[in-house]
């Protein structure tokens, strides 16, 4: 399968990148906006790896377009870490869905945040004082990604992220956001969405939890 990462030489790219390059039939590209960079330059020495420049901000559709034809799913998991929101977490990730279909890719798994589409559970919620702009950049492209596009989609929202080992545990959809992710369990409910019919047209929240991965995604 032919898979493209954008935002791939980040924390959960790079694990899912991994975690992806289990399967050797997949051949993954990953798409950055800084290419010539140490992680970046890591995963392109990797086997079935390639790495690609692309600039969410600038990038036109015909060029975008162009990049996405001939793959079979594209993950987003780019972020701006609130520097550029606009360009990257929603427009920019909007463009990316735009030219998925125009490049007739079916495929799309999105990255996103814990309860982004709730709009009635972060806006002025005192746990989101500092993200309410992030959680805004977040809706409004999950928003487009579940109700505007044709995309066969996944949109994955996690709880927040730590750099913890793996567990394989998770909840999914839990009730109440109460727990943490480590990133590898991230990366790994991404990577097993993929062609797992389950995950088709969902949208998932997730946090740690005593249920395994699988086990998990065949429940939804």
Do not use: C
Not at 94 to 111: G, P, Q, S, W
Not at 121 to 128: G, I, K, V
């Amino acid at each position: 399968m032919k898979i493209m990462i954008i935002g791939g030489s980040g924390r959960v790219g790079t694990a899912l990148t991994h975690d992806l390059l289990q399967n050797p039939a997949n051949e993954i590209t990953i798409a950055v906006g800084h290419p010539e960079k140490k992680a970046a330059q890591a995963l392109a020495a990797l086997d079935h790896v390639t790495v690609e420049k692309l600039e969410l901000g600038t990038v036109d559709l015909p060029e975008l377009t162009n990049l996405e034809t001939g793959f079979d799913a594209i993950y987003f998991v780019a972020g701006s870490r609130g520097q550029d929101l606009v360009n990257v977490d929603s427009f920019g990730a909007i463009k990316t869905m735009i030219a998925a279909e125009n490049a007739h890719v079916d495929r799309y798994i999105m990255l996103s945040s814990f309860g982004a589409l709730d709009i009635d559970s972060w806006l002025n919620n005192e746990h989101y004082a500092s993200l309410q702009a992030y959680q805004a950049a977040k809706f409004m492209a999950d928003d487009y990604l579940s109700h505007r596009t044709n995309l066969n989609y996944t949109i994955l929202q996690p709880s927040s992220l730590t750099e913890e080992p793996g567990t394989g545990l998770v909840t999914l959809n839990p009730t109440h956001n109460t727990a943490s992710n480590p990133i590898p369990d991230v990366a790994a409910v991404l990577a097993a969405s993929l062609q797992n019919h389950h995950t088709d047209h969902q949208v998932i929240t997730m946090e740690g939890g005593q249920t395994p991965i699988e086990t998990a995604l065949n429940q939804l």
